[in-house]
Nanobody, 122 residues
Framework: QVQLVESGGGLVQAGGSLRLSCAAS????????MGWFRQTPGNERKFVGR????????LYVDSVKGRFTISRDNAENMVYLEMSSLKPEDTAVYYC???????????????WGQGTQVTVSS
């Protein structure tokens, strides 16, 4: 089992920045690819980006490229989502996810956090 706890959500103005954190516990953290997803009311949870277990590889959905950055600290079992140039359409509940597979992390990760709300005001 892997437990994931997100933090750092909140209200920010358009154009602003926010950093989300995800604390992981339970297994060898570096064995897991970590992903971030987001969900708005009435819609499916959507992939935002992922980072490999070593941190050497990242992948982002086009809508956040150049604005969002995922990083991890394997010594601290933490993964981060740095968000800048935020737009109202980035408003969502953001979820941290973990899986040993770089393929499954894109759509069907095994473990999920509880989510944290990000609201971007115009």
């Amino acid at each position: 089992q892997v437990q994931l706890v997100e933090s750092g959500g909140g209200l920010v103005q358009a154009g602003g920045s926010l950093r989300l954190s995800c604390a992981a516990s339970g297994r060898t953290f570096s064995n897991y690819a970590m992903g971030w997803f987001r969900q708005t009311p009435g819609n499916e949870r959507k992939f935002v980006g992922r980072i490999s277990g070593s941190g050497s590889s990242t992948l982002y959905v086009d809508s956040v490229k150049g604005r969002f950055t995922i990083s991890r600290d394997n010594a601290e079992n933490m993964v981060y989502l740095e968000m800048s140039s935020l737009k109202p359409e980035d408003t969502a509940v953001y979820y941290c996810a973990a899986d040993t597979s770089l393929l499954r992390i894109l759509s069907r990760p095994e473990y999920w956090g509880q989510g944290t709300q990000v609201t971007v005001s115009s």
